[in-house]
């Protein structure tokens, strides 16, 4: 008998490197995503230091510079709040279309397995059925002796 062969191999090959490369964008935008929080904490944590003086005498020049700094700060996290909800919605969709390619595989993979499981029935049924012949070949052949 014929040794297994799926006839969709080259299917699932080419379905598994499409849900390696959507998990890499996954990844990417998981990082990206990463990188925009860690900002956004250091931006954060920035302003919420310059809110309290290092010395409780000010300047008016100083006063002012440092009011600048501060809504300045806050532009930057309301944009990086703004980025990071962005990146968010991409990590989402990237992460749909990983799984939706994941699922893909694995349905072709259960497939792979059941026609390689009926493959292997049918070879150890044709198997039974050849040694049963030579067992009755034999049993003829004793017989007629």
Sequence with gaps: MKKFRFR????LRFRRAT????LRIL??????????QMRLQHLESERGRRLVPEDNVLGVEAYM??????????LEIERQK?????YEAESSEALAQYIEASKEVRS?????DRRQREYMERV???????LD???TQKGNTMRAD
């Design 8 to 11: 969709l191999e080259q299917v």
């Design 19 to 22: 849900r390696d490369e959507k």
């Design 27 to 36: 990844l990417e935008c998981r990082g990206r995503e990463h990188e925009a």
């Design 65 to 74: 510079l440092s009011a600048m700094y501060v809504k300045r700060l806050d």
């Design 82 to 86: 703004e980025l990071l909800k962005k």
């Design 108 to 112: 072709l993979e259960t497939l792979k």
């Design 124 to 130: 150890n049924y044709e198997e039974a059925k050849f």
């Design 133 to 135: 012949e030579i067992a």
